[in-house]
């Protein structure tokens, strides 16, 4: 498939989707999205890739909403790009498969959010990050009020979002808004091998993980995810894989005596 808004690549396990707008800072419209949202279904049908990386050309992850565009925009047409925003960000918050934001320059707005919805978070030192909506009137979507108060707490989310302050990597890694910062020229080595660690343990058990660390997060109540962690845990140990997963643990054991 043709996309106009994103490179899209696979090397062995992994699938990579580029945020391919560099004239404009991958300044996101809806082609893009759509153009992800496509990208996303081929790594979710394809059984081979167990784990999604997503970065951006250039000097930028995403600047956000492209605000050329939505300068010409009614309030009904807003209204629709903001619904394939939304439907968009719950497809990446619920992916199936492991999702990695290599944010390798700005991540600002909506691009800050998409890097907020993935799994994993690996930032260049450099880049800048930040929610500047309240500058330009406006407001956070993507699910990220909630997102990155899980984060970094409810306070420090509250200055970020009111000030509309932005962060460097290294700063966003000392908050724990992104799991590590890496200087620009080895964020994707950093970033291909957390994904072929992640790619080399069972893809039905990280399904089942993942799931159940979104039902953590408050959307059923604790009884009913203990239900379900009993349920996942059966699932897996269920599966054929099982047997050739406690194999080779033993013999890793063996060798590390």
Same mark, same amino acid.
């Given at each position: #498939? &043709?996309?106009?808004? *994103? ?8 699938? *990579? ?10 300044? #996101? ?12 279904? $081929?790594?979710?049908?394809? +059984? ?5 990386? *997503? ?6 992850? =995403? ?16 209204? $629709? ?16 498969? +492991?999702? *990695? ?34 500058? @330009?009137? =406006? =407001? ?9 108060? $899980?984060?970094?707490? +409810?306070?420090?989310? /509250? ?8 962060? =460097? ?8 808004? @992104?799991?590590?910062? @890496? +200087?620009?020229?080895?964020? #994707? ?18 399904? #089942? ?7 953590? /997060? ?18 897996? @140990? ?8 406690? &194999? ?10």
């Amino acid at each position: #498939m &043709a996309y106009e808004c *994103i490179i899209f690549e696979k090397r062995d396990a992994v699938a *990579i989707i580029k945020l391919n707008r560099p004239k404009v800072l991958n300044a #996101m419209n809806k082609q893009l999205w759509l153009d992800m949202q496509a990208a996303m279904e $081929d790594v979710r049908n394809d +059984p081979a890739i167990r784990v999604l990386i *997503i970065t951006g050309e250039g000097r930028a992850f =995403s600047t956000g909403a492209d605000l050329k565009e939505s300068k010409t925009r009614s309030i009904e047409v807003y209204r $629709d790009y903001l619904a394939e925003l939304q439907e968009a960000s719950r497809r990446l918050i619920r992916f199936e498969k +492991p999702t *990695i934001a290599a944010i390798n320059g700005y991540a600002l707005g909506s691009g800050y959010e998409l890097a907020l919805a993935c799994d994993l978070r690996i930032a260049a030192d450099e880049a800048q990050i930040g929610s500047p909506e309240a500058k @330009v009137t =406006s =407001s956070v979507t993507g699910g990220a009020m909630r997102l990155v108060q $899980d984060l970094i707490g +409810p306070a420090k989310a /509250r200055e970020l979002l009111f000030t509309g302050e932005y962060i =460097s990597g290294k700063e966003a890694e000392r908050i724990g808004l @992104v799991n590590r910062s @890496v +200087p620009l020229a080895s964020l #994707m080595d950093e970033c291909l091998q957390l994904a072929a660690k992640i790619a080399a343990n069972s893809a039905f058990s990280i399904a #089942m993980i993942k799931k159940g660390l979104l039902m953590a /997060r408050g959307e059923v109540s604790l009884e009913a995810l203990m239900d379900y962690e009993v349920e996942a845990c059966l699932a897996c @140990v269920s599966t054929k894989e099982r047997q050739a997963s406690l &194999a080779e643990f033993e013999d890793r054991k063996k060798k590390d005596q």
